[in-house]
C-alpha cells in the first residue's frame, strides 16, 4: 500500500517561502494523481493544488494562483509544493494526498478530496511574524 510522507513544514515571516515535500513510498509515483489539502484551526479542508496523473496538469484554489506551484519528480518519486509570497491565511497543516484511480481533470470536484484513497500525516505551516 502506498504511503505518503510529508516534510518542509515550519514557520515563515509574511512575504517569505517554503518548499513541501511528499515522498512516495510502497509504489512509485508513476501516475499517481496528486493533490495538496490544508486544514486551519476551526476551518474545513480545502483543497490546495493537484497535479494530474494522466497528463501533468495543474490546478489551484484561487487563493493560492500564482504563489503556490505544485510539481514531481517521478525519479525520485516525490512531490512537491513550492509556497511564495506567503501570508498568514496560509497557516495550517498541509496534507499530501494521492490515488492511482482518480485524476483531477478539468471539471472535477478534486477539491472535496472524496476521490483520494491515500493520506499523508500533515506538516504544520505557521506563517507569522
Known amino acids: 500500500q502506498v504511503q505518503l510522507v510529508e516534510s518542509g513544514g515550519g514557520l515563515v515571516q509574511p512575504g517569505g517561502s517554503l518548499r513541501l515535500s511528499c515522498a512516495v513510498s510502497?509504489?512509485?509515483?508513476?501516475?499517481?494523481?496528486i493533490a495538496w489539502f490544508r486544514q486551519a484551526p476551526g476551518k474545513e479542508r480545502e483543497g490546495v493544488s493537484c497535479?494530474?496523473?494522466?497528463?501533468?496538469?495543474?490546478y489551484y484554489v484561487d487563493s493560492v494562483k500564482g504563489r503556490f506551484t505544485i510539481s514531481r519528480d517521478k525519479a525520485k518519486d516525490t512531490a512537491y509544493l513550492e509556497m511564495a509570497s506567503m501570508k498568514p491565511e496560509d497557516t495550517a497543516v498541509y496534507y499530501c494526498?494521492?490515488?492511482?484511480?482518480?485524476?483531477?481533470?478539468?471539471?472535477?470536484?478534486?477539491?472535496?478530496?472524496?476521490?483520494?484513497?491515500?493520506w499523508g500525516q500533515g506538516t504544520q505551516v505557521t506563517v507569522s511574524s
Open positions: 494526498v494521492g490515488d492511482l484511480n482518480y485524476d483531477c481533470i478539468e471539471g472535477s470536484s478534486w477539491y472535496t478530496g472524496l476521490g483520494f484513497h491515500s
Open positions: 510502497g509504489s512509485t509515483l508513476g501516475y499517481y494523481t
Open positions: 497535479i494530474s496523473g494522466s497528463d501533468e496538469s495543474t
